[in-house]
């Protein structure tokens, strides 16, 4: 089947925007996700947009959503090296329990 | 303090010798599921309960077992370990979910085996 795409590295210098894209596949998807894994840890939820949404933005956060393309990001602003985790995209189609994650992005902010 | 627990955080042991990773959830969540991380494939799922005594495959389940005998436990057996099962696994669990309203998944702290 298909799978939510991710890229798998991101390189940023502190202090500058960081944006990570995701090709999710179920245009029905009710909600889409972003979740942040930092070192060491399990999954914690970051952000959520709900699918009828185009933009939902958080502080630093801004998460943009083009239900035609199936495409949603996540833009950080002014990444500072505490945001340095991997991210991963997820979906939830009608009628799935579970949801489905993309491989994640690996966020590495450098000085 | 909401969490999910898994047991051991870390263990290494020797194919075929089975082992038991236990995973517990203090929010009375219906939803449990198994994943395995591995370097550039991501999260794999292997098995997850919809409620007790109701469990199903992930993506990945050869070679494991998971049994759902009380709502808050959802332990991971590896009856015969293989060098293949070396990963890092996490546990997770959800409220039942409709489809109506965001759901998030609480993941534990995972556990990296390593089988030689």
């Known amino acids: 089947g298909e799978d939510v795409e991710q890229s798998l590295f991101l390189s940023v210098r502190e202090g500058d925007s960081s944006v990570i894209n995701c090709t999710y596949t179920?245009?029905?998807?009710?909600?889409l996700y972003w979740y942040k894994q930092e070192p060491g840890a399990g999954l914690q939820l970051l952000t959520y947009?709900?699918?009828?949404?185009d933009m939902k933005q958080d502080q630093r956060l801004t998460v943009l959503l083009n239900k035609k393309d199936k495409h949603l990001s996540l833009r950080i602003a002014d990444t500072q090296t505490g945001d340095s985790a991997i991210y991963f995209c997820?979906?939830?189609?009608?009628?799935?329990?579970?949801?489905?994650f993309g491989r994640g992005t690996s966020l590495i902010v450098h000085p | 303090e909401a969490q999910v627990t898994q047991n051991p955080r870390y263990l290494i042991t020797v194919t075929g010798k089975k082992l038991t990773v236990t995973c517990s959830q203090n929010?009375?969540?219906?939803?449990m599921s198994w994943y395995r991380q591995d370097p550039g494939l991501g999260l794999r799922q292997i098995y997850y309960?919809?409620?007790?005594?109701?469990?199903d495959k992930g993506d990945v389940p050869e070679g494991y077992k998971v049994s759902r005998k009380e709502k808050r436990n959802f332990p991971l057996i590896l009856e015969s370990p293989s060098p293949n099962q070396t990963s890092l696994y996490f546990c997770?669990?959800?409220?039942?979910?409709?489809?109506?309203?965001?759901?998030?998944?609480?993941f534990g702290p995972g556990t990296r085996l390593t089988v030689t």
């Open positions: 997770a669990s959800s409220l039942k979910g409709t489809g109506v309203l965001p759901y998030e998944q609480y």
């Open positions: 179920d245009s029905s998807s009710t909600y």
């Open positions: 947009i709900f699918s009828n949404m």
């Open positions: 997820a979906e939830n189609p009608p009628g799935s329990y579970i949801p489905t």
């Open positions: 929010m009375n969540h219906e939803y």
């Open positions: 309960s919809m409620n007790v005594e109701v469990t």
